[in-house]
């Protein structure tokens, strides 16, 4: 099947500009051979970048309104045409363009405050502008501030199609994008990439027919219809927007199947020693997730499996015993985690596992001293660390491994998509493999974000996914309260009294100083509060600016029950497990994200005791921030909590870091096009195993060089 001309757009755009536009729209004096390097910020560097940039909105300048007419049409743009009678450069308030215009109906005056002085020649008395934009009153009767207009001659024809409105960039004018989609679409390859027979089965509009609608949309269109998306035109757009995505991950997917793995087949003496000597019992949803992990470290494939479960539901031990298998089998394993804190919870609580039965635990992050990290690095080269634990520092070029069989990557969403990439080519390097053949190590991510199904079957089609959907046992019920600020003398009171109760707290901030721009409670003023308020109590301190060491004493001191109250920043936000810890104070939540605060929130409710988590808020609440904290006090599930998080922010935001580099949604709407991603990925499936060429020609359409940042 042809594939599209990738012809560059900067040539196009150079070509569009040369036909002029006018100075309203751009500065006469900007060259139009840089146009080429502004649309490239826009992601646009082919002609069908160009024909599938499609239009936000549109804007009807089909008809014309007299200025009286205008004057009543309170929240709605209208277009007038009129002569101009006066054009004046006014210094007061500040320096502007007033122009009036008039027609039989009266006059209108367009106010510009700031304009290019060849304006003021295109605005001549007895010029006829027509302009477009919302009519307000102001002191000297009806006007428009900033109106887009043009000049035009007395009966110059109307357009007959809605005008389009395009995401736009500093630089690139509506007029000059216009003029190159139009160029691009006389260019461009437009051979379907789906059969008729598809189209037919699926009941989709051609891609010819469905794009140039979208760009010129006739007078008659049902406008609703184009609005809200739910057009046959759009649908087909969402579609083959889907149907990419699925394409380049299934694929992605099977390369990396293709790519060999080194069998981890041994689940032997520390495997069985390790659950021996476990505390306590697997759960069941446990269970069935760790039978998932170890068949895939089976395979002569690398796994590439995510491990979600909600806040405390045991992914660290599923984790362990994978780590285990790895060992078992002679290889080794490495966790990686975002941050110190976190990493040290996972080193201490693995080490405590693994160390009692002859496993060599290796911890490594920036932190360490040059002899202390030159040490590890030996261990880790030697192949004598068989586990490894750190942070970022692990990818490091120094670091090289013996024997690289498993790669745990936990809170994987905060780590960008160079930096996963870069810790499972550690295992490229020095992989063994039997045959000689070169390996990649196995990956296990983790997350506490519970992922929604239908954002997983979209963005992680290329992953298994595992869920364990069970908490253990003896984990007490949250109670969350949402208070006003100005109670925090109350809530203080709480604080002491939680704390002669012999029970422990956590007092979480956003920002660790004296912000100007936000006047927020900071960590370091509520330390100071509270130790002037409560003098009998020992509070501590920990921020993300304290020094690896400092911030490890105080939470080493509050582990063992010497701190009566936490005051911290987010890095207590993954990782730390106090089970005497059972009330969590979050000052100013309305600033913290759905996710963020049901992680806080994770940090109590470890232990026997009743525990209570307060959301103090600052009024007045935005609409957003009171739909955050409606679900905190509603419901202590991470999967709800998810869902509605999805909804509130949208998937790209959603998914933070794992996006870096890949392309989000651009068109399709999750919450109401999940009967669309079913199709395309039932699709996706069928053409990979029987139409490579049209796999090769869609994806060509949809991602072109972009393709490559989805196969991390």
């Given amino acids: 099947m042809p594939v599209s001309k990738k012809k560059p757009a900067s040539s196009d755009v150079a070509a569009a500009a040369a036909g002029g536009a006018s100075t309203a729209d751009k500065p006469a004096e900007k060259p139009a051979e840089k146009l080429g390097d502004k649309l490239a910020r826009l992601g646009l560097h082919t002609d069908m970048d160009l024909v599938l940039h499609l239009p936000l909105r549109y804007e009807d300048e089909t008809q014309i309104v007299s200025i009286a007419d205008a004057a009543f049409m309170f929240g709605r743009p209208a277009q007038v045409e009129g002569v101009v009678t006066a054009c004046t450069v006014q210094f007061r308030p500040r320096r502007q363009l007033v122009v ?18 060849s304006q003021t020649r295109q605005m001549a008395e007895g010029n006829r502008v027509r302009a477009r934009g919302e009519v307000r009153h102001g002191f000297f009767g009806a006007e428009m501030v900033h109106p887009a207009y043009k000049i035009v001659l007395e009966g110059a024809p109307l357009p007959t199609v809605l005008t389009p409105v395009y995401p736009a960039g500093e630089g690139v004018s509506q007029p000059i994008l216009r003029r190159a989609i139009v160029d691009a679409m006389k260019r461009v390859d437009w051979t379907d990439t789906l059969s008729a027979n598809w189209l037919r089965q699926l009941d989709l509009e051609p891609f010819e027919q469905s794009v140039r609608l979208l760009h010129n949309p006739p007078q008659d269109i049902d406008e609703a219809a184009l609005i809200e998306r739910s057009h046959p035109a759009w649908t087909r757009m969402k579609f083959d927007e889907l149907l990419a995505q699925q394409l380049s991950l299934k694929r992605a997917q099977l390369a990396r199947r293709a790519k060999g793995a080194a069998a981890l087949p041994k689940i032997g003496r520390l495997s069985k020693a390790f659950l021996a000597t476990l505390p306590f019992k697997l759960t069941a949803a446990q269970r069935r997730v760790l039978e ?30 994978a780590a285990a ?6 290889f080794q394993a490495v966790l990686m985690a975002p941050t110190e804190i976190l990493a040290d919870q996972h080193f201490r609580k693995i080490a405590g596992w693994m160390a009692p039965l002859g496993v060599q635990v290796v911890w490594l992050t920036g932190s360490l001293k040059k002899k202390d990290k030159t040490e590890a690095q030996a261990a880790i080269g030697s192949g004598q660390a068989q586990l490894i634990v750190g942070t970022h520092a692990l990818i490091q070029d120094a670091v090289q491994f013996a024997r690289l069989g498993l790669v745990i990557v936990d809170e994987q969403h905060r780590f960008g998509v160079g930096q996963r990439l870069a810790l499972r080519n550690k295992g490229l390097t ?3 493999a039997t045959d000689g053949a070169v390996t990649v190590p196995h990956q296990l991510m983790m997350s506490a974000t519970p992922i929604p199904r239908t954002l997983a079957m979209t963005y992680y089609a290329d992953l298994e996914v595992s869920v364990i959907d069970q908490l253990p046992p003896g984990r007490t019920p949250i109670v969350t309260r949402v208070i006003d600020q100005t109670r925090r003398d109350e809530v203080i009171e709480r604080v002491h009294a939680a704390a002669l109760e012999g029970r422990q707290v956590y007092w979480v901030c956003p920002l660790i100083e004296e912000s100007e721009a936000l006047q927020l409670q900071t960590a370091t003023d509520t330390h100071a509060t509270l130790e002037a308020a409560l003098p009998d109590l020992r509070i501590g301190l920990v921020h993300g600016r304290l020094k690896p060491a400092a911030k490890q004493e105080v939470m080493d001191a509050f582990t063992r029950g010497e701190i009566h109250a936490l005051v911290a920043t987010t890095v207590i936000e993954v990782g730390v ?5 059972s009330l969590m104070v979050i000052e100013h939540a309305e600033r913290f994200g759905l996710s963020q605060l049901h992680q806080l929130r994770g ?3 470890r232990g026997s005791a009743a525990s209570v988590c307060l959301l103090l808020y600052q009024s007045p609440l935005g609409m957003v921030a009171k739909q955050r904290l409606a679900t905190m006090r509603e419901t202590t599930d991470g999967f709800e909590i998810a869902r509605r998080d999805l909804q509130i922010r949208g998937p790209g935001e959603f998914l933070g870091a794992r996006q870096s580099g890949q392309a989000l949604l651009r068109f399709a709407n999750l919450e109401t096009d999940q ?16 139409e490579p060429a049209t ?18």
């Fill in 577 to 581: 497990d106090v089970p005497n810890a």
């Fill in 430 to 432: 020095d992989a063994v």
């Fill in 100 to 117: 009036t215009i008039a027609d039989d109906s009266g006059p209108l005056v367009m106010r510009f405050l700031n304009f290019y002085g």
């Fill in 695 to 712: 796999v090769d020609a869609h994806l060509a359409r949809w991602l072109g060089a972009r393709e490559e940042f989805l196969k991390v």
């Fill in 675 to 690: 009967w669309l991603v079913e199709a395309a990925r039932t699709l996706a499936q069928t053409l990979l195993r029987d």
């Fill in 603 to 605: 940090r109590v409710g």
């Fill in 325 to 330: 298998q790895a060992i078992d089998s002679g």
């Fill in 292 to 321: 998932e992990v170890r068949a895939d470290l089976l395979q002569t494939f690398p796994m590439q499996r995510l491990l979600q479960g909600d806040v405390g539901s045991g992914k660290t031990v599923v984790a362990a015993l």
